[in-house]
C-alpha cells in the first residue's frame, strides 16, 4: 500500500480565510481522492484529483468553494475557500491502489473554524 | 441514489466473543466490497476486501458477500478491547467511486 502523508495535521481558522490543504504520496498513482467527515459522520468524496486535468466534483461541491490541484503523480492539494464554522471537519485524501482498486487514506486534517 | 447501509451501533460484545457487523447495499452491479476500521480520532484503515460470493478469511476477521440478497458481513472472533472502532463499509461498481456506509460502532467490553 501507498504512504500518505497530509499538511497541516490539524489547524484552527477564522470564518472568510482560506486554507491549502496538501497530500503527498509516496509512489505515483493514477487516481487521487478527496473526502470530507463532519464530526460523527461517514466519509463523503468531494472530488476526484485528475492529473493533467480539472477535477471531478460530487454533487453539492464546487470549484470555486473546493479549489483543487494535481501538478503531477505523487501530489495534490485542496484549497478549502471562504471558511464558515459548517466547513469544520476532518479533510482526508486517498489513493486507489491499481492491483485491487483498494483506497488508502492519509492521516487527515483536522480543520476547526471560528 | 446508490446507498450503503449499516447498523449505526453501538454494538456491545464482551472480551472474546464474536463480532457480527452487517452491510446491505443497493446497487445491484456492485463488484468489489471492502471494510475498513477507523479509530477515533484516525483515518481509516483497510481490514479486508472481497470480491466473490461466499468467505474470506484473514486471521481473527471473515468477510461473507451474498451478491443475491446484497448483503455483506464482517464476523470478527475472539474480540479484543483493541477491536473497538468504528467499522466503515464500502462497495464499489465497476469504473465508478466508492460508496461509504455510515459506519457501526463496536464497543469490545474486557
Known amino acids: 500500500s501507498a504512504v500518505i502523508s497530509q499538511k497541516p495535521s490539524r489547524d484552527i481558522c477564522q470564518r472568510g480565510t482560506s486554507l491549502t490543504i496538501q497530500c503527498q504520496v509516496d509512489s505515483q498513482v493514477t487516481m487521487m481522492f478527496w473526502y470530507r467527515q463532519q464530526p460523527g459522520q461517514s466519509l463523503t468524496l468531494i472530488a476526484t484529483a485528475n492529473q493533467g486535468s480539472e477535477a471531478t466534483y460530487e454533487s453539492g461541491f464546487v470549484i470555486d468553494k473546493f479549489p483543487i490541484s494535481r501538478p503531477n503523480l505523487t501530489f495534490s492539494t485542496l484549497t478549502v475557500s471562504n471558511m464558515s464554522p459548517e466547513d469544520s471537519s476532518i479533510y482526508l485524501c486517498?489513493?486507489?491502489?491499481?492491483?485491487?482498486?483498494?483506497?488508502?487514506f492519509g492521516p487527515g486534517t483536522r480543520l476547526t473554524v471560528l | 441514489q446508490k446507498e450503503v447501509e449499516q447498523n449505526s451501533g453501538p454494538l456491545s460484545v464482551p472480551e472474546g466473543a464474536i463480532a457480527s457487523l452487517n452491510c446491505t447495499y443497493s446497487d445491484r452491479g456492485s463488484q468489489s466490497f471492502f471494510w475498513y476500521r477507523q479509530y477515533s480520532g484516525k483515518s481509516p484503515e483497510l481490514i479486508m476486501f472481497i470480491y466473490s460470493n461466499g468467505d474470506k478469511e484473514d486471521g481473527r476477521f471473515t468477510a461473507q458477500l451474498n451478491k443475491a440478497s446484497q448483503y455483506v458481513s464482517l464476523l470478527i472472533r475472539d474480540s479484543q478491547p483493541s477491536d473497538s472502532a468504528t467499522y466503515l463499509c464500502?462497495?464499489?461498481?465497476?469504473?465508478?467511486?466508492?460508496?461509504f456506509g455510515p459506519g457501526t460502532r463496536l464497543s469490545v467490553l474486557p
Open positions: 464500502a462497495v464499489k461498481n465497476y469504473g465508478q467511486n466508492f460508496v
Open positions: 486517498s489513493v486507489e491502489g491499481w492491483e485491487t482498486g483498494t483506497q488508502y
